[in-house]
């Protein structure tokens, strides 16, 4: 850290606290980590995140090194009545890991995995990515359920509920957790499972990052690959009501084992496509089969014939995961508004093609992915994530680089929303509401588990020192949001 005078931060109250010397070199000498402020090497890695649209500047920053940092660095916030907020991987699309102008503890250090084969149980640190834990799994011939972005962060994935092509198999990713070591508003560090804490594990098993930082997560582990079968296929989108119908009656009829989303927009100039097709509309079926009888399986989707490319073959899991790695680079300014849907009426999908096929950027993209399987199998109530009645998430990502103009693409993404309203169970997923989505969407988000959750916060984190979140306020305080 450079800075020998005072700092001011944002407080708690929302006024400004003034921080000497003194007291910076007090939290300083508390911990192992390196505190950062502006202008020292890796602050600016430190603060960046995913969405460009909802980046902003904090006033110090921490990266902590072990779960007494963490303690420290809470116990220090805590007594100053500091803003603070954790960051694991950056990439949630409300920028939630940043707190303006207040404090950010980054756990970009923290980035331990360590596979037990034997108890198929994985032991990560909070500040590790997708493609870290599946590449250490992997090596194993194991995985657990992840999302399909292998640079997102495995904290906040978990935290809001977690999802990805494993889900089917295995339901969200906090159905695979099994254990997590989490410091509270306190200063404790506790270990949280279904036997010990197993109110606050229950929080944590889907209700975002109110309750703690958690400096450990434990999943269990299944048998998956190495190798899968999976891949892109992709259409004119002239035949898109013909390749959503298809895509329909493939999910409707797959095994557990076949997982497979449809994407509407236009082209990229990706060297898979043919040039002569960059910038044109287009349709695609992404799938990944982890079983048997792949090919047997997918025979409906091939039978549509003539695609511009099938890329869909046998090939690693851990590469899957990475495949659209390069469509979600950093800095893009990015607008998403999602559904969980029951299913997949004609009328929807008539609303879905119609307001995707209206699309006001080349880096806008509209989404079905199909969840039904063994996140349905269990109570609306085990874990907070709820959410159990959604067969399939659906909804439009507008995309658009720095400096350009917001509305036209904020518009789309709205309109297309709206469109598909009456067709959607009413829930939505936590990680993909926006900074401007108050405390309501939040409720609406947790259906029948919030007023559950608020009262955990109320024992866990009654000053609601943990508020740079999709906040959940105290049972007894109205939220402002």
């Known amino acids: 850290m450079t ?8 407080g708690l109250d929302g006024g400004r606290i003034k921080l000497t010397s003194e007291q910076l070199e007090d939290l300083d000498s508390r911990v192992q980590g390196r505190l950062l402020v502006a202008g020292d090497q890796g602050w600016n890695e430190a603060v960046a995140i995913w969405n460009g649209m909802a980046a902003k500047t904090p006033a110090l920053v921490l990266q902590p090194t072990s779960a007494h940092d963490v303690a420290a660095a ?7 009545g500091l803003l ?3 960051k694991g991987g950056g990439h949630n699309i409300a920028g939630t890991s940043i707190a303006e102008d207040g404090l950010v503890l980054d756990m970009s ?6 596979v037990d084969p034997d108890a198929k149980v994985v032991h990560v640190g909070p500040g590790c990515r997708l493609g870290e834990v599946d590449q250490a799994t992997q090596a194993q011939g194991l995985a657990t359920v992840l999302g399909f972005v292998s640079e997102t962060g495995v904290a906040g994935l978990t935290l809001g509920g977690g999802w990805g092509y494993l889900a089917r198999r295995f339901g969200w990713t906090v159905d695979n957790l099994a254990e997590v070591e989490v410091v509270g508003a306190d200063g404790r560090i506790r270990t949280a499972n279904r036997d010990e804490h197993p109110e606050l594990f229950w929080a944590l098993r889907g209700g975002g990052g109110n ?27 002239e035949r898109a009501a013909e390749v959503l119908a298809a895509y329909r009656d493939l999910t409707e009829q797959a095994p557990r084992e076949l997982t497979a989303a449809t994407i509407v927009r236009l082209a990229p100039p990706a060297p898979f496509l043919p040039q002569v097709w960059h910038g044109k509309p287009i349709v695609g079926i992404q799938v990944c089969h982890s079983g048997a009888n792949a090919e047997a399986d997918l025979a409906a989707v091939r039978a549509l014939g003539n695609p ?3 890329l869909v ?12 790695n390069a469509m979600e680079p950093k800095w893009l300014h990015r607008y998403w508004k999602t559904w969980f849907l029951p299913g997949l009426s004609s009328e929807f999908l008539d609303a879905f093609r119609t307001s995707a096929l209206k699309v006001t950027s080349p880096l806008s993209q509209s989404i079905i992915f199909h ?14 994530v709820g959410n159990r009645d959604a067969h399939y998430i659906g909804g439009f990502a507008g995309t658009w680089p720095p400096g350009a103009p917001a509305d036209p693409h904020v518009a789309w993404a709205r309109d297309g929303w709206e469109r598909t309203r009456p067709f959607s169970t009413g829930g939505t997923y936590i990680n993909f509401l926006l900074a401007e989505d108050d405390t309501g969407r939040t409720a609406a988000a947790y259906g029948n588990n919030y007023q559950r959750l608020q009262t955990v916060k109320a024992i866990y984190d009654p000053d609601n020192l943990f508020r740079i979140n999709r906040n959940i306020p105290p049972a007894g305080i109205e939220s402002s949001g």
């Open 109 to 114: 250090g923290m980035r331990e995995v360590a």
């Open 211 to 237: 309750f703690g930082v958690v400096t450990r997560f434990s999943f269990r582990l299944h048998e998956v690959g190495p190798t899968i079968t999976g891949g892109l296929i992709v259409w004119s989108a």
């Open 313 to 324: 073959g046998p090939k690693p899991y851990a590469v899957l995961q990475s495949m659209l």
């Open 371 to 384: 969840l039904a399987g063994a996140l349905n199998d269990r109570e609306g109530d085990d874990g907070a």
């Open 3 to 10: 800075t020998t005078g005072t700092i001011e931060i944002a």
């Open 74 to 80: 809470v116990s220090f916030a805590r007594e100053h």
């Open 84 to 86: 603070v907020s954790i």
């Open 308 to 310: 511009i490319v099938d």
